[in-house]
Every structure is written in structure tokens, then in C-alpha cells.
């Protein structure tokens, strides 16, 4: 169907095009020789072109964008290997259900397949971890993948999409239109429940006398957490998240028991275990979450609420599915359930709660991990949350107040260490308005700590709290604990100092020693409004507590704090 | 238990990849896959033996579903289907067991499609069952080469997949 008058341009002018047609604003990326034409278009366009220092990062970075606005985030890299060091990124989006678009350069297509300069098979590379993938073979079909790509990543579940762009295609020149309709014969994503499914859900969850709901990312994704929060009321049902879930309802909603899962807190575990059934809405029953899946939930029915089929009786058998969208699906049932006789069942949580609640040893003299991030949560509440992956992930899970959904973003399925400050730099750029703290480890900071760089050449002032403890930490601690305390190759203190790492950068550095530095380094970090690190040392062996070691039910847990 | 699905997708290069990869790195395994252009020149049709319990099938089916390329899933193991596949057998022949070998291709209303002083090649169509039986008699002969096409599959009736 074409669309307005149309006209002759080159396919990289196409794609600009297409690029603005999609509304897109910003694009994350590194150039190359494949894509000289692209670039030369970049220069003279109004779209916003974050130069990064490394490709992973473009990807990371539009991953955070997405993840903070709802919006499709968009990375480009040439081909070869910019194209690979993509992958990393775009498998972090893949597992996380993330929303963006990847365009690659290739060599021309008269020399794809020959192993020329800068070749590889990013399509066939990229196939197991994107929800699609193009080869663009005439530029005539440059518009309708374009828009194929957007309408794939953005809808049912959301994931990564791929295109790649062949020097040839992007110097060719076509009749430009727009397509204004998609037609995907093979791609039509359910979004509206099944009626007769949320009646019958609706009939079981109104018997139940000890519900739970478990809230995974698919919440957050579908813009459900006003329906979540009514729902869980409706009911009077506790709510456990998943890592992906956080901030789907309020850390301080009295009926949110927090995460569940390896590093839950017990009372969620207790309550998932105990409990006669759970509604799991948009989640999708991972192995951190449920541990021994023989021992999980033993005396539960099972509602699933989930946009993809094919998560359904995955992992655990499920008694009534339900495949659609969380927002829709759960204004329905809204409409069809009663409140459930949980009173006991609230009051038992509320025992739990108090016998079991999260802490830590506290400590005047040597800055623990937990403090910083409850001090963090004092001093920038409302602030977006971005982490790294290790021991400091789990206590920014645990310890920070969350208000909102889309303020805690981290790489809950891939676990990818250096995932944090590049998104904490697409979050940015995304909602410049709201402050961006990176939770880093000092191992994960170094693994994209060049994207400083980044920060400070297009004045993103992102604060990067790194919880230094001279160790991978999470590695460290299943040493600790499985492996008879032989720290083999976890110890790397004395890598690098990252106050004078940050101010080689023209970053702000700043250190904390003791727990009363903490405070002001963070506020004098954010006052700056300048890209800043903030070195913090904290306890080297402190643990993340509680514990289901890997493998075990989820009610079997390590107390490890008092150690 | 085997299963046979017959899948719809797009006549595109790459599709056959994206559904041979989907079942590598899940871990289901293929018995046999045999692909072909269908009466609509844009989609091809493929034909699928699957080894699993229902589980698995289920898993599978919902897997393929996701792909973007596949149009459609449909297990037709369960109906009442026409299922063939042929086989090209390239058996030891000579003066000796030649007519053997004919009257043995004559029973399976199999055809000799070519024949030389030391071999004959067999070309035979038919469900497993039978593809299996004549293959089991040839061999006292001596199988040089045997090529199979796959199982393909319609069911019975008016009914479309």
C-alpha cells in the first residue's frame, strides 16, 4: 500500500526516514566503514546519535532507553565486528523481553558469503537471541522491514530485532514510501484473555484462602501495575515480585512481601510455599525463582496469566492458563473476583514479616554494602535504579524503596556483568528529568567503564555508586560457601583506582571510607550534575542473606547474616 | 512417541535454519524433515517426524509458533493421513541375483530405475513400514548407497492442515 507521494532517495536516506516515520529520537551507536552512507545521513538529520566507546554498550544503552520509556530503543554498529560486539546486548534485551532495534552494516552483497574485510553472519549469529532478524536483500524492501522490525519488537512479547544492511543497499537508490499497515501472516500475538479462562480463574481464586500473586517484568512491560495493585486489593492477596517484577507495586504496599526466589525474602518463599494458589502474572517460573521445581508451591493451583504461549506449563504444569496481555487481562478479572477469606492467611505473612525481616549486621566503622543502598534509597527516592549483576544487584533489590515501575532496570535472565552504566546512560537520555544512579561492583564496573568516556563527551550525568569489596563478590560468596573458601581468581583488589579512573575521563570522582562519607559523597555526586563515580569501600566479605542454594526448595534457606 | 507436524512458512531463504536451529538448541530431536513449495508459490511446506511425549510436542509446537516465518502448526499424527516417502536403494547385482532383486521390486510395486553390470538401484515409495521391509530384503544383497527423502503427509479427506 503506498502511501503520499513518494520520491526517489538512497537506502541510507530511506532509513533515516523510515527511522523518523517510527519516531524514533535517539540512536546509540559506534560507526565503520559499512556504514559510511548511513553516517553521512546522521550528519545532516535532527535525529540524536550517541557516540559510544564500545558497540556492547549501544546495545545496553538502547536496552535501558526502552526499559525507562515504553519505547522501541534503537543501536546500530558496523558490521563485522561491531556488529558482534552487539550480541551481548541484544541477548541481555532477548532473555529480559526488552524492545529494540539493532542495525548492523554488512559488506556489499556481492562479496556476502566470500570472508571479506569486516564479514560476519550477524543474521545467522544473532538468530537464538533475537524475537527476528533481516537480511535486507533489496532496497526496495528497506521500508517494510523497517517497520516489520518496530511492529515485531514492540508488541506481544517484546524482544530484540535485527537488521542488516549490506554497504550496497544503503547507497542504492529507490522510490521512498512508507508502508502503513504490517501484514505478518505468521505474527499475530494474543492480547485479549480467553473469557471462559478468567471465569473459571476468577471462580478458584475467589475460593482460595491463601493466595499469592507473582508479579514478574511482564507487568512492568504491559503497563499493568495500577491493574496489578487493584487486583492484589480486590483480593487482599500478598504480592511476591520477581527481579524483573520490581516495582510493579510499591516496596511499602502492605501487601507486597517482596522478591521471591534464590535471594527472596523469606516470608515471600514461606508464603509461595504455604500457599493454596498462586496467580503468576507475567513470569515465567525460572529457575531462580523456583529452585527444586519437584518441591515448588506443593499444595498450589496454578493460574498463569502470560502474552506467550509458549511459556505455559514450561517449567511447571499449570492448572489454568491464561495467554494474553496483564493489562487487559487483568482489568477482567478485577470485574469476576470476590475478595478471598485470607485474613489468617494476611496475618501469618505479617508474623513472618516480623520474625523474618531483611537486615544486616550493622557497623560504625566499615561501610556495609546494605547501608549504601538504604542510604541511597533516603537520598534519591524516586530515583531510577540501574545495576550491574553480582552481590550489589541482589542488595539493591532487597534494600531500596521502589515507588514506581520502570525505576529498577537490571539483567535479570542474561545475569550480564557491565549491562549497568551503559543503560544507566540510555535511561538518561531517555528521562533526563529523573536522577540515574548506576549500583555498581567493582567488577562489573570495569567491564564497561570506557563508557565514562560516553558520559562525559554528551554530558549524561549519571551516578555510578560502585559497592567496592576487592572481589567478584557473588562468586566469591558460592566459594565461600560450596567450595571451602578457595577464592580461586575472585580476588581483585588493588585493580584500579576509580576516583582517578573518573577524573581521567573529566568524570567526577569521589571516595566514602567510613559509613558517614557515604551520605555526603552521594549528595555531593548528585549536586555536581556532572557524570560522577562515587568509589565506596565497603565490608570485603559481606554475603547477600537470605540463600536457596541453587538447586534446593525454596523454603530450604541459608541465613547467612549473622556469620 | 514419534509425531508428525506438518508446518506452513514463508518461502524465504533462511526459514529452513531458523526451524533446523529452533530444534538443535531446545533439544528435540529430529527423526526425519523433508520440504517443499506448496500450491501457493510463497509457502512451503514441511514435513516433520518428532520424538517425544506430549510435553515435548506441546513444547515444540509453541516454539515453531513463535517463529515469525511459520505460518502454521499442525500435528496430523493423531488423523487419518496419507504418509509416504521414497527411497532410492543402490543394491550388489549381477547375472545371479538380478532377477531376484526384480521380482523382490515387483512385490513392493518398487521400480528399477537404472541397472549395471555390477548393480541395480531400486526405487521405492511407501510408508515406513514398508520402506523398512524392502530394505531388510535387499540387504542380503548388499546395500551400496541408500538415499531417503523424509516422510511428507496429507490427511484424509477435504480437510486442509
Known sequence: ?563 | MKHTLAVLVENRSGVLTRVAGLFSRRGYNIESLAVGVTEDLSVSRMTIVVEGDDNVLEQVTKQLNKLIDVIKVSDIGNDEAVERELALIKVTADVNTRAEIIQIANIFRARIVDVAPKSMTVEVTGDEAKLQAIEKLLRQFGIKEMVRTGKIALSRGPKKV
Open chain 1, 1 to 563: 500500500m503506498k502511501t503520499g507521494s513518494t520520491e526517489k532517495v538512497t537506502g541510507a536516506k530511506a532509513l533515516i526516514k523510515c527511522l523518523e516515520q517510527e519516531h524514533v529520537d535517539t540512536l546509540f551507536g559506534y560507526p565503520g566503514g559499512a556504514l559510511l552512507p548511513i553516517y553521512d545521513e546522521l550528519y545532516d538529520s535532527d535525529l540524536r546519535h550517541i557516540l559510544v566507546r564500545h558497540e556492547q554498550a549501544a546495545a545496553h544503552a538502547a536496552d535501558g532507553y526502552a526499559r525507562v520509556t515504553g519505547k522501541t530503543g534503537v543501536c546500530i554498529a558496523t558490521s563485522g565486528p561491531g556488529a558482534t560486539n552487539l550480541v551481548t546486548g541484544i541477548a541481555t534485551a532477548y532473555m529480559d523481553s526488552v524492545p529494540i532495534v539493532a542495525l548492523t552494516g554488512q559488506v556489499p552483497s556481492s562479496m556476502i558469503g566470500n570472508d571479506a574485510f569486516q564479514e560476519a553472519n550477524i543474521t545467522g549469529i544473532t538468530q537464538p537471541i533475537t524475537k527476528h532478524n533481516y537480511l535486507v536483500q533489496d532496497a526496495n524492501e528497506l521500508p517494510r522491514v523497517v517497520k516489520e522490525a518496530f511492529h515485531i519488537a514492540s508488541t506481544g512479547r517484546q524482544g530484540p530485532v535485527l537488521i542488516d544492511l549490506p554497504k550496497d543497499i544503503t547507497t542504492s537508490e529507490i522510490e521512498f514510501y512508507y508502508p502503513e499497515k504490517v501484514e505478518l501472516r505468521g505474527y499475530k500475538p494474543t492480547y485479549k484473555g480467553n473469557l471462559q479462562q478468567i471465569k473459571r480463574a476468577a471462580e478458584e481464586i475467589t475460593k482460595a484462602e491463601r493466595p499469592v500473586i507473582y508479579a514478574g517484568g511482564g507487568i512492568i512491560n504491559s503497563n499493568a501495575s495500577a491493574e496489578l495493585v487493584q487486583f492484589a486489593e480486590a483480593l487482599m492477596a500478598p504480592v511476591a515480585t520477581t527481579l524483573m517484577g520490581i516495582g510493579a507495586i510499591p516496596t511499602e504496599h502492605f501487601l507486597n512481601v517482596g522478591m521471591l526466589g534464590m535471594h527472596g525474602s523469606k516470608y515471600a518463599n514461606y508464603a509461595i510455599q504455604e500457599s493454596d494458589l498462586i496467580i503468576a502474572v507475567g513470569a515465567r517460573f525460572d529457575d531462580r525463582v523456583t529452585g527444586k521445581l519437584e518441591s515448588f508451591a506443593p499444595n498450589a493451583k496454578i493460574v498463569h496469566i502470560d502474552i506467550d504461549p509458549a511459556e505455559i506449563s514450561k517449567n511447571i504444569p499449570v492448572h489454568i492458563p491464561i495467554v494474553g496481555d496483564a493489562k487487559q487481562i487483568l482489568k477482567m478479572l478485577i470485574k469476576y473476583v470476590k475478595r478471598c477469606k485470607s485474613e489468617p492467611w494476611l496475618a501469618k505473612i505479617k508474623e513472618w514479616k516480623k520474625e523474618f525481616p531483611l537486615t544486616y549486621k550493622k557497623d560504625s566503622k566499615v561501610i556495609q554494602p546494605q547501608f549504601v543502598i538504604e542510604k541511597i534509597s533516603e537520598i534519591c527516592k524516586d530515583a531510577i535504579l540501574v545495576t550491574e549483576v553480582g552481590q550489589h544487584q541482589m542488595w539493591a533489590a532487597q534494600f531500596f524503596k521502589y515507588s514506581e515501575p520502570r525505576t529498577f532496570l537490571t539483567s535479570g535472565g542474561l545475569g550480564t556483568m557491565g549491562y549497568g552504566y551503559p543503560a544507566a546512560l540510555g535511561a538518561k537520555v531517555g528521562r533526563p528529568e529523573k536522577l540515574v544512579v548506576d549500583i555498581s561492583g567493582d567488577g562489573s564496573f570495569q567491564m564497561n567503564s570506557q563508557e565514562l568516556a560516553t558520559a562525559v563527551q554528551n554530558e549524561i550525568p549519571v551516578v555510578a555508586v560502585i559497592l567496592n569489596n576487592g572481589y567478584l563478590g557473588m562468586v566469591r560468596q558460592w566459594q565461600e560457601l560450596f567450595f571451602d573458601r578457595r577464592y580461586s581468581y575472585t580476588d581483585i583488589s588493588g585493580s584500579v583506582d576509580f576516583v582517578k579512573l573518573a577524573e581521567a575521563y573529566g568524570a567526577l570522582g569521589l571516595r566514602a571510607e567510613r559509613p558517614s562519607e557515604v551520605g555526603p559523597a552521594i549528595e555531593a555526586a548528585i549536586k555536581s550534575e556532572r557524570p560522577a563515580v562515587v568509589d565506596v569501600r565497603v565490608e570485603c566479605e559481606a554475603n547477600v542473606s537470605p540463600m536457596v542454594p541453587a538447586g534446593a526448595a525454596i523454603n530450604e534457606i541459608l541465613d547467612l547474616e549473622e556469620n
